[in-house]
């Protein structure tokens, strides 16, 4: 072998030995317990994942600053599902296969209902911060299976109801992306408004992941839409509200809770003044989170969506391990439906399907950059 091919040779296995420890990470240590966060680490739902990620990890900062959990460090994996089904099943086998005590996760709705099948199966505490679809609990593939976020039926109400109340004589449009969350929302929506005397004069399809919905667009202008419900994820409802801009539409858009992240404005700059959105009471504003808050805030963190979600989650099987005196789920899981927990996000008990009891959703509008809660009183806007 020459000497050159010998530095190429000697390169190439330091390469290989750094993405080694790179996938497998540092030896476990017997001293602390690893719990993991799984969500979109990578794709278009991206800001999700560190939103996620954020919140475990100032969560197990400042419990490890306090002692840890039965005088155990925790540590943290992150898993990556891409918002992917079948990438999902594959990282919930992973940590099942790594013996996790707890799986905070997934974020999409079309991951977290079959990875749940996989934590079901491993008696795998799974708790998802923001997973919407009422099949993730009423569909429950374990008494292992919780969320500390609402759900879409509760969600569809507030939002059905309001568009029926504020925009009664007007042109009302549903789309969606066809997903878990996404079509389960719009049907949701669509319910409350026929119930409510309201029909919708468009129902629609559309593909995720594409750039260009100027023949949607097209459609709902034919159709004189003066508002419109997208059932889906903040880069498509930002494309739409650009290309209904440019189109000289001046249609109110209204959406879920999957608005809440600071790159929807990203995406739609003013294009996306006066969009509506339904999301939990603002857990920033509570004042039990006020201390975490400031800590996010000192490392230039805005906390904003499901990121305080992520840490209650984490919160709460804290209080339940050591209540239960052990993280063997069994005694986890018994802990967890016999207590009340005091959290970042309030102070609320899972019920008998593992949904928790918190305050009902509200009514943002995104303006200037920022998004607000807004009163039921307040004047809706034009369309």
Known sequence: MTRWSMRIAGLTAALIAGFVVTACGEPKDPNTTTIAVVGPVTGQYASFGAQMTNGAEMAIADINASGGVLGRKLALEVGDDACDPKQAVAVANQMAGEGVALVVGHYCSGSSIPASQVYGESNLVQISPASTNPALTDNRAGPNIYRVCGRDDQQGAVAGKYLADHFAGKNIALVHDKTAYGKG?????????????????????YSAGEKDYSALVSKLKRANVDVLYVGGYHTETGLIARQMRDQGMDTVIMGGD?????????????????????????????????????????????????????????QAWKEAVEEAGTIDAPAVVKALNENEFDTVIGKFRFNEKGDPNLPPYAIYRWSKGTYEEIADTDPAPAG
């Open 258 to 314: 999957a608005l809440v992240t600071q790159e929807y404005w990203s995406i739609t700059g003013p294009a996306g003044e006066g969009t509506l959105m339904t999301f939990a009471p603002d857990p920033r504003k509570n004042p039990s989170a006020a201390k975490v808050v400031a800590r996010f805030k000192d490392k230039g963190v805005e906390p904003e969506g499901y990121m305080l979600y992520t840490y209650a989650a984490v």
């Open 185 to 205: 929302l719009a049907d949701e929506i669509k319910k409350t408004l026929n119930a409510n005397g309201k029909d919708e004069v468009l129902y629609e399809a």
